[in-house]
């Protein structure tokens, strides 16, 4: 089976930093996402690697080993409203959809 | 630009009922899926058409669920009859092209609660 893991609940301060790590053992690998998903809304896409290395996207950077079957979301400057749950997802192969981790719940206080 | 429009938003029916929901993806998606998030949990793939056409529906419990995209472009989703289990938020979603980088966008869902 495949199997994607994070933790289930992190907690940070207004203006720190945080790193959610990912890690996954799945039969194949063709891009890995990250989605933000407040409750009771829709996931909203954050950002994708599927080559190692940095991505970075303003107060969001993601990182990707493919080598060692892990990622992690870093998120600046933190902010009350950044407080939601945070989901890793990997595509299988090229054309298939996402498989979804069961998501980092970050609660953020002033 | 429109996104993923869903209804109904909220849904109470009691177990042995039947049920069906309703998707619009983002105009010139070809890629369409249904999705099933159970509390406290990630979204579990149930079907994902390419245009009119199914390519996976391999986790969709077909004695009870079933799914269409007639014309390639709105998609209904039906549960007959419902259990309790089914109890999740449906979360329909649609994507450019398939297998290429572009994300998923999805709806706003549909929570189902079977009593």
């Given at each position: 089976g495949q199997n994607i893991d994070q933790p289930t609940e992190m907690t940070a301060t207004e203006g720190a930093i945080v790193q959610i790590n990912c890690t996954y053992q799945t039969s194949g690998f063709n891009g890995l996402f990250w989605y933000q998903q407040h409750a009771g809304e829709a996931p909203t896409f954050l950002s994708y690697n599927v080559l190692d290395g940095l991505e970075e996207k303003g107060r969001f950077s993601s990182f990707l080993s493919r080598s060692k079957g892990y990622s992690y979301l870093l998120l600046k400057?933190?902010?009350?409203?950044?407080?939601a749950s945070y989901l890793c997802a990997v595509r299988l192969q090229a054309g298939t959809a996402l498989i979804f981790g069961k998501g980092t719940t970050l609660s953020v206080s002033s | 630009e429109a996104g993923v429009a869903q209804s109904p938003r909220y849904k109470i029916i009691e177990k042995r009922q039947s049920v069906a929901f309703w998707c619009n993806p983002i105009s010139g998606h070809a890629t369409l899926y249904w999705y099933q998030q159970i509390l406290g949990q990630g979204p579990k793939l149930l079907i994902q058409f390419q245009n009119n056409g199914?390519?996976?529906?391999?986790?969709?419990?077909?004695d009870r669920f079933s799914a269409e995209r007639l014309k390639g472009v709105d998609s209904t989703l039906k549960i007959?009859?419902?259990?309790?289990?089914?109890?999740a938020v449906y979360l329909c979603a649609s994507s450019l092209?398939?297998?290429?980088s572009y994300e998923q966008y999805f709806g706003p869902g549909t929570r189902l609660t079977v009593t």
């Open positions: 400057e933190l902010q009350m409203k950044d407080s | 199914v390519v996976d529906d391999s986790q969709l419990p077909k007959q009859p419902a259990k309790l289990e089914d109890s092209v398939a297998g290429s």
